[in-house]
């Protein structure tokens, strides 16, 4: 068994790497494999909805200059996901959301029924409203939430001070424990639904 934790932030060694960190050293004490995949600090492309992936049949993004597809070959590989935002204007980092949205799209086989879990570190504020940003794509995959004891914000200001936010890592290990033990006791899954029965509001 395999999580995949996906790093936010541009910052290879800031607090967002430092609560994934903490998450990884908990799963590998519940005996799960980890692996931490770092998004970089290069442009990332936002999907614009062109097909191409489709066309293809490949579950791949047409596009190949950023690490979309890197991540979705990881992900087919992955048993669950964890993923790390830095807290931006009050949001999660655009980069990563854009990064999400065209790797579902692309490659949502690779997601489907996986469980997955989120934390949002900032500063001071912004960590709700990024976090549940956050979320909200992973539910168009049929994919189970992981919870901790309290929701996954955690707060650092200089690189590593999220270390001192005892509750934050805290809860970062009882999300990681609560992913092993999901992990652990599989259950088979319903039957992703082929087709979308699609309503428009304006008649």
Known sequence: MKVLLING???KQGNTMTALEEAAKQLEKEGIETEILQIGNKPIRGCIACGGCRKKGNNRCIFNDDVC???IEKAEGADGFIFGTPVYYGAANGALLALIQRALFAGGDAFKYKPYANLAVCRRGGTMTAYTMMNIPFQMMCMPQVNGRYWGA???????EAAKDTEGMQNARVVAQNMAWILKNPQPHPEYPAQVEAMNFIR
């Open 9 to 11: 932030s541009a910052r």
């Open 154 to 160: 955690v707060f650092g200001m200089a690189p590593g």
């Open 69 to 71: 597809n890197q991540i």
